[in-house]
């Protein structure tokens, strides 16, 4: 049985900082590709920040410079690390493996930045 559990979300300040870990088990994990994806009331989920086994990464424009995701395969984890937090990071944030292209899902992590 495959399980993805995300921790780590919460209420923060504009320009704060917050880091998500997502763990993993059931799955190869150091093969799969692991990305952030978020979603914010009324908008569809987006992709945040990926992975690959590899260690390349890619992110969203608008978080570029402000966030950053890592791995960790010998505890099969997954971070984001999010700085100079804003207003429009609010979102719930979910884990994502995706592995000989099947879709894994965390439950997700509510992400407040508010004042």
């Known amino acids: 049985q495959v399980q993805v559990v995300e921790s780590g979300g919460g209420l923060v300040q504009p320009g704060g900082s917050l880091r998500l870990s997502c763990a993993v088990s059931?799955?190869?994990?150091?093969?799969?590709?692991m990305a952030w994806y978020r979603q914010a009331p009324g908008e569809q989920r987006e992709l945040v920040a990926a992975?690959?086994?590899?260690?390349?990464?890619n992110y969203q424009d608008s978080v570029k410079g402000r966030f950053t995701i890592s791995r960790d395969n010998a505890k099969k984890t997954v971070a984001l690390q999010m700085n100079s937090l804003r207003p429009e990071d609010t979102a719930v944030y979910y884990c994502?493996?995706?592995?000989?292209?099947?879709?894994?899902w965390g439950q997700g992590t509510q992400v407040t930045v508010s004042s």
């Open positions: 994502n493996a995706t592995l000989f292209r099947r879709d894994f």
């Open positions: 059931g799955i190869i994990f150091s093969v799969a590709t």
């Open positions: 992975i690959t086994s590899g260690g390349d990464t």
